[in-house]
């Protein structure tokens, strides 16, 4: 069952190194924060309708959560907008690894301490090493 997760992971991944590709270009057409704006409309209105059909959860919820749990898509934006416009400097395979290794970077720091939630990882040996090899795939790709 795991390995369908991976794969769904690596979907994700590969969605998102596309995403820049396409977000980069209407970038120099219309504007970087402009196709931001777009891309999250496009992508608002298929998860309404994605949720509308399929969803099961119950919105009505969302007055009684914690304030902190609406903040991500705001840092969607950050991340959407700073990825379109970086893409267009240095290249979707740039620009991608180097938000790969703040996801991990982030990723590991969230573990270490069981922020928001999340079981702890502690950081040990091999993050740290994965860490580094990442961070040397980055002057690798340029």
Known sequence: ?????????????????????????????????????????????????????????????????????????????????FLIISVNLVGVGTAVTAVIIGQLVMSMIVDHFGWLGTPKARFNVNRLIAGGLLIASLFLIL
Do not use: C
């Open 1 to 81: 069952m795991k390995i369908i997760v991976y794969v769904l992971a690596l979907i994700a991944g590969m969605s998102l190194s596309l995403e820049a590709a396409i977000g980069g270009a209407l970038g120099e057409n219309i504007g970087e924060l402009e196709s931001t704006y777009f891309i999250f409309i496009i992508g608002a209105m298929a998860t309404f309708l994605i949720a509308l059909f399929f969803g099961k959860g119950d919105v009505k919820q969302i007055t009684k959560v914690p304030r902190w749990q609406l903040i991500g898509g705001v840092l969607g934006v950050i991340y959407l907008a």
